[in-house]
């Protein structure tokens, strides 16, 4: 590793230390605007939608790092911070029986409603169409990275590993929810 990027590593993991929620978030909004942009580009989108870019960025800073945060410190408290094979499945078995799908939903609800600006009957009737299918596409994908997450990082690493994973989940989601379809390749 070079002693730039050494250095980077250093200082971000002292703010991890210092201020796990703040930096928690901004990883989050980051790690949302990257998932975004590749979004917009990969369904064609020319120009870089300003506006949808940063409201998902606040989602990813106001609701995904605070929340991934204070989830990840609930399952350490009830699980005593054991990770033990036993413990680890219970673990994954809680995430993605409530947080998983709360996340989901809420990122349904909110690029419906806030990004998108739709009325609530066209993004409850899309909520009502797409949800079942992404919640198990979820069930397929999460639970590997949820087993691994509580198995061998850190509790403070563990919103990061995450939001760095939710980085593709992201995409998928973005592509599910957004009204354009990708085109077809001839």
């Not at 870019?53 to 995904?64: E, R, T």
């Not at 069930?139 to 509580?150: L, S």
């Not at 850190?154 to 939710?166: A, E, N």
Request: hydrophobic share 45%; net charge positive.
């Amino acid at each position: 590793m070079s002693s730039v990027s050494k250095k980077v590593l250093q200082q971000y993991m002292m703010q991890l230390q210092l201020h796990p929620i703040r930096t928690k978030a901004i990883t989050a909004g980051f790690l949302q605007a990257m998932s975004d942009i590749v979004s917009q580009k990969l369904t064609g989108t020319q120009k870089i939608q300003l506006k949808q870019l940063i409201l998902k960025v606040l989602f990813g800073a106001a609701y995904l790092g605070p929340s991934g945060h204070y989830f990840h410190n609930l399952v350490d408290k009830l699980f005593k911070g054991k990770n033990d094979t036993k413990t680890v499945a219970k673990k994954v078995l809680f995430d993605q029986l409530t947080f998983s799908p709360m996340k989901n939903f809420a990122f349904m609800l909110y690029y419906g409603l806030v990004v998108e600006g739709r009325p609530w009957n066209q993004v409850k009737s899309k909520i009502k169409k797409d949800y079942p299918r992404v919640q198990l596409t979820s069930w397929m994908f999460w639970p590997i990275v949820g087993w691994v997450n509580f198995q061998f990082l850190p509790l403070q690493l563990r919103v990061i590993f995450q939001s760095f994973v939710g980085f593709c989940w992201g995409i998928f989601l973005n592509l599910r929810a957004r009204s354009m379809v990708l085109p077809k390749a001839r």
